[in-house]
C-alpha cells in the first residue's frame, strides 16, 4: 500500500482541497433536488414528475373521455422520454395522481385497482389503466399554442415544457409535500371554488392581504373529510406566514342502540391516514388497558369509511371517551404548513397564501398573452395566405396557366401578380379539388372576420385592465365546473372547536383507576405496589439502601415531589415502575442537580395549603396548585439553596410548632406566615447558632402531639409557656420531647 496516489493516465495528479469538493459536490445534490425533486412550482403546483406525467399522457391523446392506456405503456413513454428514473417512482406518482384520498381534484382518471384508504398497494402498472381528468385538460389547456417555454429534455431528443399552462389553482387546490435537501415543503389541499373566490378578489384589489382573502379560505378542504379545530387566530398567522399547521380530527357521531346504550361512529378520517393501521393501534391499546373507557372497536367500511366504538358502559360520556382516543391515536392529526415552493420555477421561498395566489395569476396572464401572441401570428399567416387565394380566384386561368407551361412556377406567379413567397407556396399547394370553393365571397367572409378577431387581440395585448378582465373571465368560466353546488366543488372538511374536556379527566379515562402504594427509598428509587398495603417489613432494598417514605394512593393521582433545592416536581402514579423489583431512581424522569435530594413526595388533591421551609428557619405557605410543574424541570416555589430546603408540611391547623437544634421550641399562629406563590419567605424562628430541626402545623385546642422513641404518643395542651410571636428565639420544650429534635 505504501506506493503513493495512483497516478492518472498522463501521470500529472491533481491535489483538491476535500472541503472544497465536499462542499461543491454536496451543494450540487441539494440544488438538483430542490429544484428537480421535491418543490413544486409555484406557477403550475407540480413536480418534475408529475409535469412529465401529464405531459406525457397528453402526448399519447389520453384526454377525458376517450380510451384508456395501459399504465405500464404510460410510465414507459414517460421515462423513455423525459424522466430517467426508476419506473416504480414513476408509476406511484401517477398512482397518487388517481387516488381521490390523496388528490382533492385526482389528476388522473385510474381503471383498475389504484390502492384504497386502508393503506393497500395499487396493482401492478401492467394490470391498470388510465387517461387524464377534466382537472388536467385544463392544466394543459393552451400548450400546443406556445403557452409556455420548452427545453430539451435529458438526452436532446425531444423537448419538455419548464412549466404548465396550469388552468386550474393546482398548488394550493391539491397541496403537495416534499423533503429536498434542507428544505422541505408542505401544503395541504384547499377548495378550489374558495380559490377562484380570492383569486377574482385579489384581480379587483391587487393590494389585498392575506388577512383579506382568509374571508374566501376558509381552511384547508381534505379529500377525506375530517374537523379541522385549529384556532382561527392561528390559521391568519400560519396563511399569512406561511408556516404553521392544523390539527386535523376525525368526524364522528353517537349512534343509539336501544335501552339507553349507544355506539360512535366515524365516519371520516384524518387526511394520509391509513385506516387499518389506525385500527390496529386503537385495538393494540385496548389490549395493553390504555383505553379503559372502550369495550371493543370493528371495521365496518365498504365504500365509505365506517369505524364503530363500543364505550366500556352506557353511563360512559362519548365526548370524553373521543377525547381520550383523540390523545392517543391518529383520529386527530397535525397537517404542518410550509408553503416553500419554487417562484419562476427558480427560488426557493415561503410564500403567503396572498403570494401564492398571485404567482398563479401572473403566469395565468403571462400564459394569456403567449397564447394571444400566438393566435395573431397564426390570423396574420392566414390573412396573407387568403390575400393570395383572391389574387388567385380572380385570375384563375393566368395562374393555370403559368403553372403548365414555366419550369420554374413560383418566381414567375411572384413577378407576374406580386406575390410574397408565403402566397405563392399556398397557391402552390393547393389542390385541385379546392378550386371549387375558391368563391370569392367566403374568402372576404373569412378575411373580414379574422380581421376582426386580430383588432381584438390587439387591443388586448394593448391594455394591462383588458388583459386582467380576460383571465377574471376564464377563472370565472371554470369555476363554474368546481362551484359549491357541484358533487366535486362542495366542501368535505367542516371547522370546530376542540371540546373543552379539563386535562385532568382526559388524563383518568386514559387509566384505570385502582389503589396503590407508592414506596420511596433513602436513595431516591421508586416504585408503586398493588394495592394499599400497610405492613412494608418485607421489602427489600438495594444494597445499604432503606425506606424514607411510604404512601396511599391511585393510579389516576398526581405525585408532588419536593427537593432540598426549594422545587416542586410532579410525575404521574400510573407511570411509576411496579414493585417486583428496587423500582427506578427518580433521577431519570425528574431533571434533579446531583448534589440535591429529596425532602418529601405527597398526592396532589388540590385546594390545599403547604407550608414549606428552609434550614435556615425561614418559609411560607404556598398554594398546593401552584406547586403543579409542566416540565422534567420542576417549577421553582422556594428560593433555596442545593441543600437548603428542608420541610414541607400541609398546612391543616390554626398554629406552627416550630424547633431549632439549639433545642428551643416556639409555637406561633398560623396567620403570621404570609402567603406567596414563590420567594425566600420570612424567618419562623431565631438562632443564635445552628438550624432548624422539624416544624408541624396542628390546631391549638387539640394540643401539640409528638411521638417518643418507643413509639408512644404524647401530647400537650397548656402551650402557654411556649406561645409567642413569629421569628422569636422560643424555650426548651417540654418533658418527655424527643432528644432526635423531632415531632
Request: hydrophobic share 40%.
Amino acid at each position: 500500500m505504501g506506493e503513493g496516489p495512483i497516478p492518472t493516465d498522463d501521470g500529472t495528479i491533481e491535489p483538491v482541497g476535500l472541503k472544497a469538493a465536499l462542499e461543491e459536490r454536496y451543494l450540487a445534490y441539494a440544488l438538483s433536488t430542490i429544484m428537480h425533486r421535491a418543490l413544486p412550482d409555484a406557477r403550475d403546483g407540480l413536480k418534475p414528475v408529475h409535469r412529465r406525467i401529464l405531459y406525457g399522457m397528453r402526448l399519447l391523446r389520453l384526454d377525458p373521455g376517450g380510451g384508456f392506456r395501459k399504465s405500464a405503456k404510460i410510465v414507459g413513454d414517460v421515462m423513455g422520454s423525459f424522466h430517467p428514473h426508476g419506473n416504480m417512482a414513476i408509476y406511484d406518482a401517477m398512482v397518487r395522481l388517481a387516488q381521490d384520498f390523496s388528490q382533492r381534484y385526482p389528476l388522473v382518471d385510474g381503471q383498475g385497482n389504484f390502492g384504497n384508504i386502508d393503506g393497500d398497494n395499487a396493482a401492478a402498472e401492467r394490470y391498470t389503466e388510465a387517461r387524464m381528468t377534466e382537472v388536467a385538460r385544463l392544466i394543459l389547456d393552451g400548450i400546443d399554442e406556445d403557452a409556455v417555454s420548452f427545453r430539451p429534455n435529458y438526452d436532446g431528443t425531444a423537448e419538455e415544457p419548464v412549466v404548465l399552462p396550469g388552468g386550474f389553482p393546482n398548488l394550493l387546490a391539491n397541496g403537495s409535500t416534499g423533503i429536498a435537501v434542507g428544505m422541505a415543503t408542505s401544503i395541504p389541499p384547499h377548495n378550489a371554488a374558495e380559490l377562484f373566490d380570492a383569486c377574482l378578489h385579489l384581480i379587483e384589489h391587487p393590494q389585498a392581504t392575506t388577512d383579506d382573502l382568509l374571508q374566501f379560505v376558509k381552511g384547508p378542504d381534505f379529500p377525506t373529510g375530517g374537523v379541522v379545530i385549529e384556532s382561527p387566530a392561528s390559521m391568519a398567522d400560519a396563511y399569512a406566514t406561511g408556516r404553521g399547521g392544523f390539527r386535523l380530527r376525525a368526524r364522528w357521531h353517537k349512534e343509539e342502540t336501544g335501552r339507553g346504550t349507544y355506539v360512535v361512529v366515524v365516519t371520516e378520517i384524518p387526511y394520509g391516514v391509513a385506516k387499518s393501521r389506525l385500527v390496529e393501534k386503537i385495538a393494540d391499546l385496548l389490549n395493553e388497558k390504555k383505553l379503559p373507557l372502550l369495550a371493543d372497536v370493528r371495521d365496518e367500511s365498504a365504500e365509505d369509511v365506517r369505524l364503530v366504538l363500543e364505550p366500556r358502559a352506557r353511563n360512559v360520556d362519548a365526548e370524553l371517551l373521543m377525547e381520550s382516543l383523540f390523545k392517543l391515536t391518529e383520529l386527530e392529526t397535525r397537517f404542518p404548513l410550509n408553503m416553500n415552493v419554487l417562484v419562476g420555477g427558480l427560488v426557493p421561498k415561503v410564500v403567503s397564501l396572498a403570494e401564492a395566489l398571485r404567482e398563479w395569476l401572473d403566469h395565468r396572464r403571462e400564459v394569456l398573452l403567449r397564447r394571444s401572441r400566438h393566435r395573431l401570428a397564426e390570423i396574420e399567416h392566414r390573412l396573407e395566405v387568403l390575400g393570395g387565394y383572391l389574387i388567385a380566384y380572380l385570375n384563375l386561368d393566368e395562374v393555370i396557366r403559368i403553372i403548365r407551361e414555366e419550369d420554374e412556377p413560383k418566381p414567375a406567379l411572384m413577378a407576374r401578380f406580386e406575390l410574397t413567397d408565403v402566397q405563392a407556396e399556398a397557391i402552390l399547394n393547393m389542390r385541385l379539388r379546392s378550386l371549387r370553393k375558391l368563391e370569392e365571397f367566403e374568402i372576404r367572409k373569412e378575411h373580414d372576420a379574422l380581421t376582426k378577431e386580430k383588432d381584438g387581440i390587439e387591443k388586448l395585448l394593448g391594455s394591462e385592465a383588458r388583459q386582467w378582465k380576460t383571465v377574471a373571465w376564464q377563472i370565472g368560466e371554470t369555476r363554474k365546473m368546481f362551484g359549491p353546488e357541484t358533487e366535486i366543488g362542495r366542501r368535505r372538511t367542516g371547522f370546530g372547536e376542540a371540546a373543552a374536556h379539563g386535562a385532568d379527566a382526559v388524563i383518568e379515562a386514559l387509566v384505570e383507576r385502582e389503589p396503590i402504594t407508592v414506596v420511596v427509598s433513602q436513595k431516591g428509587w421508586i416504585r408503586a405496589l398493588k394495592g394499599h398495603v400497610a405492613d412494608l417489613g418485607s421489602l427489600a432494598f438495594k444494597g445499604d439502601d432503606e425506606l424514607k417514605l411510604s404512601f396511599f394512593a391511585e393510579t389516576t393521582s398526581k405525585l408532588l415531589v419536593f427537593a432540598t433545592n426549594g422545587r416542586f416536581y410532579t410525575l404521574d402514579a400510573s407511570k411509576l415502575p411496579g414493585g417486583r423489583g428496587h423500582g427506578e431512581p427518580l433521577r431519570l424522569t425528574i431533571d434533579l442537580e446531583q448534589e440535591a435530594d429529596i425532602v418529601d413526595v405527597i398526592v396532589h388533591q388540590g385546594g390545599r395549603k403547604l407550608l414549606v421551609a428552609a434550614r435556615e428557619g425561614r418559609g411560607f405557605v404556598v398554594s398546593e396548585d401552584d406547586c403543579v410543574a409542566n416540565t422534567r424541570k420542576g417549577k421553582q416555589v422556594l428560593a433555596a439553596d442545593a441543600q437548603d430546603a428542608c420541610k414541607l408540611v400541609v398546612a391543616a391547623g390554626d398554629s406552627v410548632a416550630v424547633i431549632g437544634e439549639n433545642r428551643k421550641l416556639l409555637v406561633f399562629p398560623l396567620s403570621q406566615i404570609p402567603e406567596m406563590a414563590r420567594g425566600r419567605g420570612v424567618r419562623l424562628q431565631r438562632y443564635k447558632d445552628g438550624q432548624m430541626s422539624d416544624l408541624k402545623v396542628f390546631t391549638l385546642a387539640d394540643g401539640l402531639t409528638w411521638l417518643d422513641s418507643s413509639g408512644r404518643t404524647w401530647t400537650v395542651n397548656d402551650l402557654t409557656e411556649w406561645r409567642g410571636e413569629r421569628a422569636s428565639a422560643g424555650r426548651l420544650p417540654p418533658k418527655g420531647f424527643p432528644r432526635n429534635n423531632r415531632f
